[in-house]
């Protein structure tokens, strides 16, 4: 049953009506909230912070434990963070809570400083293998100053559409 919302969720939270009876995109992360409003999902990830006042420290640990610290900053999607810098988190349905490809665990200490996740994200965390208490979809996880040095773990596998030892490519 939760695939099948979640095909039905792929479908309604990827379009939605304009008023002249066409569709057009509707994710929540089509576009980050800038200055400058024709960067589309994941370019925004890609620019280097203005000032150091709106730096935010991540690390990533992979599934081996091997820490991989990031400069990101206010805003930044922390999926499409981790994809500049190489770092392999899938994100097949590219931010629109349709898979649960970009699963990662967040360290204790960050868990309550994020918002509480909504009930699209948990219907996909419930899909994801190796669910643990402090399992968030990465794609969910905008960055912000209160959440300065947050580690997040990457799970041993995931649920992906890849094959054959394919290695993820950012979109």
Known sequence: MPM???????TLSCLRPTGSGNW?????????STENENIKKGEY?????????EVVNV?????????RPVRGKVGDN??????RYGIEIEGACEAS??????HVYVHPDFIDKLNSPEPEEED??????????????GCQIVLTKQIEGIELALPAATRNFYVD???PKPH
Do not use: W
């Open 4 to 10: 099948i919302r979640a095909i039905r969720r792929l």
């Open 24 to 32: 057009t995109s509707r994710s929540r992360f089509s576009q980050t």
């Open 45 to 53: 990830e890609y620019e280097d912070p203005k000032s150091e006042d």
């Open 59 to 67: 690390v990533y640990l992979d599934k081996y434990g091997e820490r």
């Open 78 to 83: 922390a999926m499409y963070l981790a994809h």
């Open 97 to 102: 809570l349709a898979c649960c490809t970009c």
């Open 124 to 137: 996909m965390l419930d899909l994801a293998p190796f669910l643990k208490e402090n399992s968030r979809l």
């Open 165 to 167: 030892g394919h290695t």
